[in-house]
């Protein structure tokens, strides 16, 4: 769906932010003087990067005074969406842990490169899938410190090809790629938010979650989650 005539979104995630953005917006307003962080995992990074884009657009704030982080951020809107993003919230970071496949999700318009068995996506697609930002990749662990990561500047333009976007994804391998959404700097993110964020590893495995659940269905798990992204264009 059109927002706000800046390239169209997902109706589940505009939704999503229309039920929360009144608090938003009054937090906005108290604390005019106040710069902006906005921040999120998975949904929460959708929803993130559409508050902080339409926080801009509605004059809420300056865009030197937004700052946007996401962590295994799903595809959010079009490529006219993401252009406009980087324009009104050039301070924008994806952080993307490993071979995480949300963030491949929904798929974006592939280049078909000769003998090539992944394709980088396509930017003159103008309605396809794409993402806004810059790609901070962290191709293995992500430990608090000394871990290794690349900033990712080059094209295509936020979806670099060097990157995650490189990745190909095999339905045998479903452990890992969620096991790496659900986790991000050695902390399993489900967990960690019930803990309000403070909270130890130690912690996080003393909790009766629904780790146990999503251990024995990943693969159902992994389907919703292909599933759920092919409807979001549609």
């Known amino acids: ?69 996401t962590f295994g951020q799903p595809r959010v809107g079009n490529v006219v969406l993401a252009r406009n993003h980087d324009k009104l919230v050039p301070k924008s970071f994806r952080i993307v842990h490993s071979i995480d496949i949300v963030p491949h999700l929904p798929g974006c318009e592939k280049k078909e490169i000769m003998g090539a068995s992944s394709h980088p996506c396509n930017p003159e697609h103008l309605e396809n899938p794409y993402h806004h930002g810059i790609e901070i990749y962290y191709p293995h662990e992500m430990h608090e410190s000394n871990s290794t990561y690349f900033e990712c500047l080059g094209e295509p333009k936020g979806e670099d090809y060097k990157c995650s976007d490189a990745l190909t994804f095999k339905p045998e391998h479903h452990y890992q790629y969620i096991y790496a959404h659900t986790h991000y700097f050695e902390h399993k993110v489900s967990a960690l938010g019930k803990l309000g964020c403070v909270g130890t590893k130690e912690e996080e495995d003393d909790l009766p979650a629904d780790y146990g659940k999503e251990k024995k269905e990943p693969f159902r798990n992994l389907v919703k989650a292909v599933q759920f992204a092919a409807t979001l264009f549609g």
């Open 1 to 69: 769906m059109d927002f706000y005539g800046l390239g169209k979104s997902n109706k589940y995630f505009v939704n999503a932010l229309q039920v929360l953005w009144p608090d938003v917006e009054k937090a906005l307003k108290k604390y005019s003087n106040y710069k902006v962080t906005f921040t999120g995992h998975s949904l929460g990074g959708a929803m993130a990067s559409l508050a902080a884009l339409k926080t801009v657009h509605k004059k809420l704030r300056d865009k030197n005074d937004v700052i946007l982080y």
